[in-house]
T-cell receptor, first 112, second 113 residues
Framework: NAGVTQTPKFRVLKTGQSMTLLCAQD?????MYWYRQDPGMGLRLIHY???????AKGEVPDGYNVSRLKKQNFLLGLESAAPSQTSVYFC???????????FGPGTRLTVT | DQQVKQNSPSLSVQEGRISILNCDYT??????FLWYKKYPAEGPTFLIS?????DKNEDGRFTVFLNKSAKHLSLHIVPSQPGDSAVYFC????????????FGSGTRLQVQP
């Protein structure tokens, strides 16, 4: 039981490049989330999903897109990376039975 | 507009003593609160939570207190241990629908042996 896993762990992009971050969970959770964490700040919600095939915007969605084609996977895409997207990205999931969210180990992204 | 605030960026306590971490919120619609612990290079891990219908919840060495009228909650760790050294985040949830957490900026706790 791996919980929530994220791929890759680290990535460096040049401005304008694109990439996809992959999140996978093996807990059969309905809800999945993408957050970003910047220095001196808490985690901020980018996008979330309440079930397979559904997505919704969070607090800071601009510049990102997401897809949830399978229940266990939640993808975060950056179509044209900008230095302001340099951050640590965390994926999380939760069940319908409880409020606590379970987080992955994070992806550290640097955009130069 | 920060709806969840942790005004102390850091806290240092001696091993065996009590650690008290504070959190304030501004949105009266928040009705469920959680504390997360985060070690470097790891994701946050859930610690303890409290519903707005309660004023206290206890789990081993960890107790969370909620004062709704003051919009304030605190996490008490007794006794503190060196392994408790981490960043602690307070998070809040409003309603049952969206499930999106609003996080505070975190407090770094250092427990000195």
């Amino acid at each position: 039981n791996a919980g929530v896993t994220q791929t890759p762990k680290f990535r460096v992009l040049k401005t304008g490049q694109s990439m996809t971050l992959l999140c996978a969970q093996d807990m059969n959770h309905e809800y999945m989330y993408w957050y970003r964490q910047d220095p001196g700040m808490g985690l901020r919600l980018i996008h979330y999903s309440v079930g397979e095939g559904t997505t919704a915007k969070g607090e800071v969605p601009d510049g990102y897109n997401v897809s949830r084609l399978k229940k266990q996977n939640f993808l975060l895409g950056l179509e044209s990376a900008a230095p302001s997207q340099t951050s640590v990205y965390f994926c999380a999931s939760s069940s319908t039975l409880a409020y606590e969210q379970y987080f992955g180990p994070g992806t550290r992204l640097t955009v130069t | 507009d920060q709806q969840v605030k942790q005004n102390s960026p850091s806290l240092s306590v001696q091993e065996g003593r009590i650690s008290i971490l504070n959190c304030d919120y501004t949105n009266s619609m928040f009705d469920y609160f959680l504390w997360y612990k985060k070690y470097p290079a790891e994701g946050p891990t859930f610690l303890i939570s409290i519903s707005s219908i309660k004023d206290k919840n206890e789990d081993g060495r960890f107790t969370v207190f909620l004062n709704k009228s003051a919009k304030h909650l605190s996490l008490h760790i007794v006794p503190s241990q060196p392994g408790d050294s981490a960043v602690y985040f307070c998070a809040a949830l409003k309603g049952t629908g969206r499930r999106a957490l609003t996080f505070g900026s975190g407090t770094r706790l250092q427990v000195q042996p």
